[in-house]
């Protein structure tokens, strides 16, 4: 079944062929108990809808949406995966990648354990962000000094269960060059001191906790579901199963 995102955005026609393009507006949606899932449209033709080429129609569309989260496939792209991210960014609502079952580098359980982790990660971690926070401002003075312009970096990053968020960092590149100080900061890893703010939203753990990139995460997922196909009687595996448990409590 495919549906739009709201009812009054739904037109019954298609476009005689699909856009080639990074950005795409093809894709199959489907909704589960106010979730909304973004997936791949293989060769089938969707209807055709306007706010899937504008990212601030979708925006409105998803805030005035009865939707509590979005799972988007990683098939379609790392450039479609963060159009939707930070359209989901703006109307406040919460975004994960859905995972191949195979790959279990990225997937992680929900545990009573490791919520109470959560909680003792981010007590530590704003013990940590008081006692850095002269060495923090000392360093943002410095940038502000010998290399003016953007003081963080927001990259997104796939957390625990593939829910996407925000990476805070010390921006130390000026354009697409290392500068001078940014060389000095990476060499000490003191770059990443503003991802304590991270821990504090629960985005990530302070310890043991492996965050990928959003490139490398689609990467992983793609190559996860090439094994996948790759096995004997592949075609008998549902590949639903396992790529993220909406209708469970693992969210």
Not at 1 to 17: A, F, G
Not at 56 to 66: R, T
Not at 156 to 177: M, P, S, Y
Request: net charge positive.
């Amino acid at each position: 079944m495919t549906i739009s995102i709201i009812p009054t955005l739904q037109n019954h026609y298609v476009l005689p062929e699909p856009h080639q393009s990074d950005r795409s507006p093809y894709c199959t949606l489907l909704w589960r108990r106010g979730q909304l899932l973004v997936k791949s449209p293989k060769h089938i033709k969707q209807p055709y809808l306007p706010s899937l080429y504008n990212e601030e129609l979708l925006v409105e569309c998803l805030k005035h949406s009865p939707i509590k989260l979005v799972s988007i496939d990683s098939k379609l792209g790392e450039t479609w995966v963060k159009f939707w991210a930070e359209a989901c960014e703006q109307a406040n609502k919460p975004i994960f990648l859905r995972l191949p079952s195979g790959n279990q580098r990225l997937k992680k359980g929900n545990s009573l354990s490791r919520k109470l982790q959560r909680v003792i990660d981010g007590i530590a971690a704003l013990v940590l962000l008081i006692l850095v926070s002269p060495v923090m401002l000392g360093l943002i003075l410095l940038m502000q000094v010998y290399s003016p312009g953007s003081i963080f970096s927001h990259d997104w990053q796939v957390g625990e269960c593939g829910r996407l968020f925000r990476a805070i960092k010390f921006c130390t590149n000026e354009g697409h060059n290392i500068t001078p100080l940014g060389r000095w900061m990476r060499q000490y890893n003191l770059q990443n001191l503003p991802q304590l703010f991270n821990v504090v939203q629960g985005d990530r753990g302070l310890i043991g906790s492996r965050c990928w990139t959003l490139e490398d995460a689609v990467r992983l997922s793609l190559e996860a579901q090439k094994e996948l196909n790759q096995l004997p009687n592949a075609w008998e595996i549902n590949p639903e199963i396992n790529l993220l448990n909406l209708d469970g409590q693992t969210l």
